[in-house]
């Protein structure tokens, strides 16, 4: 069974440009989040999609980030302008459900590692 | 607002030897997560505990639950080298779903 799939693996921009990542969920999961994980922080959940629509987006600096998930599978995170301290790992996570009697395991992809200078 | 803290933050262990790392958190949650954290790789789900007084174990490491501490303990029984990481414990907010994670435990164990 293929992984949660990130790319770029890697991005350098400069303040004040744009940048967007791609995230591909494990097949059939309906659930997904993005995280953004400072060094030597854990991860904050940024956004989380269940399908197509947002669950919860309470933590997305909605004034630089967006996110969609379009027909419920790929999504992409973009930050329009980066400031200096959108250097972060940019997690994405897929799950099979959110509740229910499941453990909600969520899988992780290998993350996009952004560096603004 | 929920807060999940761990400690220690930093741990540098003997092979051989036995430790213990503590998630605290401040308030119910439903259900709360171990992952492991290789440098530079992403989380690997290591334990789902659901239930208060939940056990689960994996070779070396044991993790448990006891929802009226609010406390979570992830045991590591005679650390060998390949355990060295960081590991972080995570929690969902009651009646959300949101996940809160840890501050992470550096583990590094010395051969």
């Known amino acids: 069974e293929a992984g949660v799939a990130q790319s770029p693996r890697y991005k350098i921009i400069e303040k004040r440009q744009s940048v967007a990542f791609w995230c591909n969920p494990i097949?059939?999961?309906?659930?997904l989040y993005w995280y953004q994980q400072i060094l030597g922080q854990g991860p904050k959940l940024l956004i989380q999609?269940?399908?197509?629509?947002?669950?919860?987006d309470s933590q997305l600096p909605k004034d630089r980030f967006s996110a969609e998930r379009l027909k419920g599978v790929d999504s992409t995170l973009k930050i329009q302008p980066a400031k200096l301290e959108d250097s972060a790992v940019y997690l994405c996570?897929?799950?099979?459900?959110?509740?229910?009697?499941?453990?909600?395991?969520?899988?992780f992809g290998p993350g996009t590692r952004l560096t603004v200078l | 607002e929920l807060k999940v803290e761990q400690n220690p933050l930093f741990l540098s262990m003997q092979e051989g030897k036995n430790y213990t790392i503590y998630c605290n958190y401040s308030?119910?949650?439903?259900?709360l997560y171990w992952y492991r954290q290789d440098p530079g790789k992403s989380l690997e789900s290591l334990f789902v505990?659901?239930?208060?007084?939940a056990v689960k174990q994996e070779g070396r490491l044991m993790a448990s639950l006891d929802t009226k501490a609010r406390l979570s303990t992830l045991h590591i029984t005679a650390a060998v080298h390949d355990l060295s990481a960081t590991y972080f414990c995570?929690?969902?907010?009651?009646?959300?779903?949101?996940?809160?994670f840890g501050t992470g435990t550096r583990l590094k164990v010395l051969a």
């Open positions: 097949s059939g999961h309906a659930t």
């Open positions: 505990l659901l239930s208060n007084g």
């Open positions: 308030t119910t949650s439903d259900r």
């Open positions: 996570a897929s799950s099979l459900e959110i509740f229910g009697n499941s453990y909600n395991e969520q899988f």
């Open positions: 995570a929690v969902i907010l009651s009646g959300t779903y949101k996940y809160i």
């Open positions: 999609f269940q399908n197509n629509g947002v669950v919860d």
